[in-house]
């Protein structure tokens, strides 16, 4: 399959980008640099260049505390960029795959919400992140939205990307006790967008790993156990204690229960994500 990959120097991109070309894939993956999705006219370019068959948007303005304070940036990107996209793919007739995220739901219901449960984003970038969403839809009917979170991966600067080595230095670290998510290995998301791409079924989908879930606290123990490390750099805390710009949803675990419908296995355990993920930053530090 020919396929255009955008943001790609992001940490999904990336591995989005391994993945497909493992299988066979011709990948066009294209940086912010080359490819501005807020400009429609460069859109256009891209695709005739690439023709890819399939479209699968990793661009996304990310920083949830700084959306708060340049919501203009969170929103060309997450909102307008992606409706550029939709619309173009479809005049191209291309499958296009979106990637969105759990902090569309306010975090109020107990237990995981399912693509059927009404979004009430809290934030900007959740808030431009869900208006992505809606304008997709309604440029391109086809659109398939794939809505995830707590994603970690190689070359990942996020938190959870980055705790195995904070803890690796013997740095303390600290954990909130009571927000809890469906962690997310960046490699196994990769495979899930490349077979909705494939399967080219229009609509909102969840793709986490499986299992319970946990909470950032419980993420942090198990890198601890998993890698380790010592349980006693982890400082629990709580989420009402942190001061931040952008409010989170306290739980925004996923169930990802139109995938199975639509005949596709769960993605692996959390847990032993986590450890693949751990054993491949050890091999690569040996190296």
Not at 156 to 162: I, Q, T, Y
Request: charged share 20%.
């Amino acid at each position: 399959m020919r396929i255009l990959i955008t943001g790609a120097n992001g940490m999904v991109a990336r591995a989005a980008a391994n993945y497909c070309r493992g299988i066979g894939d011709r990948v066009s993956a294209l940086t912010r640099m080359e490819l501005d999705i807020s400009d429609a006219a460069s859109i256009q370019r891209a695709l005739a260049e690439a023709s890819p068959e399939a479209l699968i948007n990793c661009a996304a303005y990310t920083e949830v505390d700084g959306a708060e304070a340049e919501p203009e940036s969170s929103y060309a990107a997450n909102s307008a960029g992606v409706e550029n996209l939709a619309r173009a793919a479809a005049v191209r007739g291309c499958t296009f795959v979106t990637i969105s995220t759990d902090y569309v739901f306010d975090g109020t219901k107990d237990g995981f919400y399912t693509p059927e449960d009404v979004p009430r984003p809290q934030g900007v970038y959740a808030a431009s992140k869900y208006e992505g969403e809606i304008r997709a839809a309604a440029a391109n009917p086809a659109s398939v939205i794939v809505r995830t979170g707590w994603i970690y991966g190689p070359g990942g600067r996020n938190f959870l990307s980055v705790m195995h080595r904070l803890l690796g230095e013997g740095k303390k670290i600290k954990a909130i006790r009571d927000s809890y998510g469906t962690p997310t290995y960046a490699v196994d998301l990769a495979v899930r967008l490349r077979e909705l791409a494939g399967l080219k079924l229009p609509g909102i989908f969840h793709a986490t790993n499986a299992g319970p879930g946990t909470s950032y606290l419980g993420f942090a123990e198990a890198v601890c156990e998993i890698g380790g490390f010592d349980p006693n750099l982890i400082e629990p805390v709580s989420n009402a204690g942190l001061e931040r710009p952008a409010p989170r949803p306290v739980n925004s675990r996923l169930a990802c229960t139109r995938s199975g419908a639509a005949g596709l296995a769960p993605l692996p355990d959390w847990r032993s994500a986590l450890r693949r993920f751990l054993e491949s930053e050890k091999a690569e530090a040996a190296a």
